[in-house]
């Protein structure tokens, strides 16, 4: 599938099968992230793949918005290991870069046919208790499993603005 067609086919999935992902896929998945780009190549992207009982029963008393996936995966990254510009204070790299690596995720796992939500509606600080080290700080949660059947995009899903309204040639 050509990359733009996979682009328009994949969706946030909020509605998934109890099928199990096979271990071949997650790892794929992860190596997808494990590719992408970094500022400086620091690599500072802290990835927990939760799919114990334990922990997927954690995530889902913190938020609705795990959707009853089998897997979610929490991106974070080293606060102390993220790019930080000798230019300009304050500015560093951190949220990019895991940005960065759950795009390349999210789309390799659409291209394997799993199915994948962007998460930010879910109380930060209880994430970083409940998963995370005192140094890191959690950008976005990720369910991932296959689609139930009845699985549909949302109904504003292709609603989208026309490039010159967000696009300058200058």
């Not at 300009?88 to 790299?93: A, C, D, F, V, W």
């Amino acid at each position: 599938m050509e990359l733009l067609e996979l682009i328009r086919k994949r969706y946030s999935v909020r509605k998934y099968s109890d099928k199990v992902v096979e271990e071949e896929k997650l790892q794929k998945v992860l190596d997808a992230g494990r590719l992408a780009p970094t500022a400086k190549n620091n690599q500072p992207q802290r990835i927990y793949v939760l799919k114990s009982e334990e922990a997927v029963n954690k995530i889902r008393e913190i938020t609705r918005c795990a959707y009853n996936a089998p897997i979610v995966l929490v991106f974070a990254f080293s606060k102390d290991e993220q790019w930080h510009s000798d230019i300009e204070e304050g500015i560093t790299s951190g949220q990019q870069d895991v940005s960065i690596i759950a795009t390349h995720m999210m789309l390799e796992a659409a291209e394997l046919g799993l199915g994948t939500c962007w998460v930010n509606w879910f109380d930060h600080k209880k994430v970083k208790e409940a998963f995370l080290k005192d140094d890191e700080e959690v950008v976005l949660i990720m369910p991932l499993g296959y689609p139930s059947e009845d699985s549909i995009p949302t109904g504003n899903h292709d609603n989208k603005k026309e490039l010159q309204e967000t696009v300058q040639i200058i």
